[in-house]
């Protein structure tokens, strides 16, 4: 049985990520948006998402470092980071 991915390597690598949430990782509905917006596509695809994740928890951040909430940005960019390691 499949929680994100019938595909088994992005099936793990999905798992991983979501392991990763309690320490300050991507959420579970980053994970779960990321890998259906990959949906049945390749390595790239994988990449290109797992990316785009990452870059658009980057952004959440750096306008909450910007408004002046610390650690709203530290919060979310550790999660970025944590998609941009995928």
Not at 14 to 40: H, K, N
Not at 59 to 69: D, E, V, W
Not at 71 to 86: L, N, P
């Amino acid at each position: 049985m499949y929680l994100l991915s019938s595909n088994p390597m992005y099936e793990a690598f999905g798992q991983r990520a979501l392991f990763q949430a309690v320490y300050g990782g991507a959420d579970f509905g980053e994970c779960t948006t990321t890998i259906e917006r990959i949906g049945t596509g390749g390595i790239d695809t994988w990449y290109d998402e797992w990316l785009a994740t990452g870059d658009r928890a980057a952004a959440f951040g750096q306008q909450s470092a910007a408004a002046g909430h610390t650690v709203s940005a530290r919060e979310v960019v550790a999660g970025g980071d944590q998609c941009h390691a995928k």
